[in-house]
């Protein structure tokens, strides 16, 4: 950073990243934003933005976080970028109680082609429609957004995914009474 490398912002998200993964949140944040002040271009910016947007959430700044994934998918080039920024949208809005907008943003998300390396964000994208789904008593629909978030997370062989679809259509089936439908997919 101090020697203007070219690699300078890729090295703060690298470790904004790390930090993150070991749930130092709020050094995470730092590494990202000195990234970003380094104006990088391209993929490194994105993916700073991206990493910000998610930390800002789990530190609980709902509207910092819309910030970030909002100029992401402003600024993104590639479809998984885009994805990726509406689900992080979705994740934070539905935390906010903004539910309506989340739906739009998930209309628009739903137009993306399921390209092999999309499937674990497709996956995590119909997650999130049947957990909107669920407060509004429309099990109907969670039960086929989680079932097909099941199905995309199946596809990619991306376990943790079809156990988070397995523990959304549970709710589901338990919320509509069917205990013992509930039981054998969780």
Do not use: N, W
């Amino acid at each position: 950073e101090k020697a203007k490398s070219p690699d300078a912002a890729a090295a703060c998200l690298a470790a904004a990243r790390h930090a993150a993964s070991e749930y130092r949140q709020d050094q995470a944040l730092d590494f990202a934003d000195r990234g970003l002040a380094l104006d990088p271009r391209g993929e490194v910016r994105t993916e700073l933005l991206l990493l910000r947007g998610d930390v800002s959430r789990d530190l609980g700044q709902g509207e910092a976080s819309l910030l970030a994934f909002q100029t992401a998918l402003d600024e993104a080039t590639t479809v998984a970028h885009r994805l990726a920024a509406r689900i992080g949208m979705i994740s934070t809005m539905r935390i906010l109680d903004q539910l309506e907008d989340a739906e739009q943003i998930i209309a628009e998300a739903e137009k993306t082609e399921p390209a092999p390396a999309l499937l674990p964000q497709l996956s995590k994208l119909h997650y999130l429609k049947g957990s909107l789904a669920f407060p509004r008593g429309d099990f109907k629909g969670c039960l086929a957004a989680h079932s097909a978030a099941r199905d995309l997370a199946k596809r990619a062989a991306e376990p943790e995914l079809e156990a988070r679809a397995l523990s959304g259509l549970g709710d589901a089936y338990y919320a509509q009474g069917r205990m013992f439908r509930a039981y054998e997919v969780i």
